[in-house]
Structure formats: C-alpha cells, structure tokens
C-alpha cells in the first residue's frame, strides 16, 4: 500500500513567515509522529499524536511551533515567525498503534529553508 | 534521559565486503526496542532492522544482521555482501517501552566502492 507521503517535497521562505507542512500517514495507522533532521541537531523528536490527541508536545522548540491533526489522519506542522534556525528537513512517520511494539515508517520529509 | 552515540561518522568499503557499524546507548530503563534506519540521498528513512531487549536472540534480516550485547549497552550492525546500494547514512536509535519517540544517534555515512 502507499507509504508516509509529505508536501511540499521542498519549501523556501523568508524570515517572518508562517509555513505549513503537511503529513499522509499510512491509511489505518492510528500513531504520528513529527521530527526534525538539522546539520547541528541531528535528529530530534517534536511531537507525537494518538489519534487526533497530542499526548507528547515535548520537543516543539518553542510557542512558534504547533501541530494538528484532524479525523485521525492527515496532520499539520505549522512554524509561526520563521527563523533561520528552523532551517531543516520536517521528518513525519506512522505506526500501527503507539508504543515500541509497532515500527515507526518514515515520509520523504520536507525541506525547509528559511532566508 | 536516554542517549545514543554512533562513533563513526563515515566509514567506507569495496563492494561486497563485510562491513560493521557500531552504536551504543545509555538508558536505565529494562523494557526497551532497537532499531537501525537507513537514509539514502532520497531522504526516505527506511527500516533495517529492529530488536527487541527482552530478546537474547540476535535479530537477522537476510545480508543485515545485529550484535546486541545488552549488558554492555552495544547495539551494532553487521552488513555482509555489501552492495552500491547500500551507500546511505545509517541510524542507529532506541525507544523505550512506555515513550513514543525515538532518540537517534548521530548517523553514520557509508559509502560502497565498486
């Protein structure tokens, strides 16, 4: 079946502007997950839904991050004010339910450069 | 708070050499899972390999298998029959049972020389 599908592939912007990036999770999957992939963090875990809930906001960066998710599928990663810093590759990933029993499948990402 | 440290940041080998990558983390947690992703060019992260702690059994997936050494906190990757195909940056990363994200290391660039 389809996998993790993301968009936009690739985003610029300008310094100041609100961005939206957007997940597909695989169909049924009932967990999303939101990480961040930057040249001096590394990987980082933001956010993690259970269903259209946020149990674990734990790593949003700031009050300038924020996630949604509706009717238990689709999400929204939403980055108010852009900065130069939140120049990096949004990961998202599904699972069948939550918890380390299931295997978290990965989107191609989106890349975000922030002028 | 649970870490884990990849110590190669590149490594590099002939095609359809053996090839090892180590990783090793800390946690005082018992109830945990392992796994190893794979990131080419593409950017898609891709599923290795995964193990389960409470598992004493070395998990194997075809030329990918793992060497899990629970007491010592070392979890590596073992690639046998390289392939130009494998050339990608490898995570290693942990998740505990009760948590819902996964730590990762810092990666490791392999490269496959034909």
């Known amino acids: 079946g389809a996998g993790v599908s993301q968009s936009p592939s690739n985003k610029v912007t300008e310094k100041g502007k609100d961005v939206e990036l957007r997940c597909d999770p695989i169909s049924g999957h009932t967990a999303l997950y939101w990480y961040r992939q930057s040249l001096g963090q590394g990987l980082e875990f933001l956010i993690y839904f259970q269903g259209n809930s946020a149990p674990d906001k734990s790593g949003l960066p700031s009050d300038r991050f924020s996630a949604e998710r509706t009717g238990g599928s689709v999400s929204t990663l939403t980055i108010q004010r852009t900065q130069q810093e939140d120049s990096a590759v949004y990961l998202c990933?599904?699972?069948?339910?939550?918890?380390?029993?299931?295997?978290?499948?990965f989107g191609p990402g989106t890349r975000l450069t922030v002028l | 708070a649970q870490t884990v440290t990849q110590s190669q940041p590149e490594m590099s080998v002939q095609e359809a050499e053996t090839v090892t990558l180590s990783c090793t983390y800390d946690?005082?947690?018992?109830?945990?899972?392992l796994f190893w992703y794979k990131q080419p060019p593409s950017r898609q992260m891709i599923l290795v390999i995964r193990?389960?702690?409470?598992?004493?059994q070395n998990a194997t997936e075809n030329r990918f298998s793992v060497n899990f050494q629970k007491a010592a906190k070392s979890f590596s990757l073992k690639i046998s029959d390289s392939q130009l195909g494998d050339t990608a940056m490898y995570f290693c990363?942990?998740?505990?049972?009760?948590?819902?994200?996964?730590?990762f290391g810092q990666g490791t660039r392999l490269t496959i020389n034909p």
């Open positions: 990933a599904s699972s069948d339910v939550a918890g380390g029993a299931d295997t978290q499948y």
């Open positions: 990363a942990f998740m505990t049972s009760g948590a819902q994200k996964l730590v």
């Open positions: 193990q389960e702690a409470y598992k004493q």
């Open positions: 946690t005082s947690e018992s109830n945990y899972y």
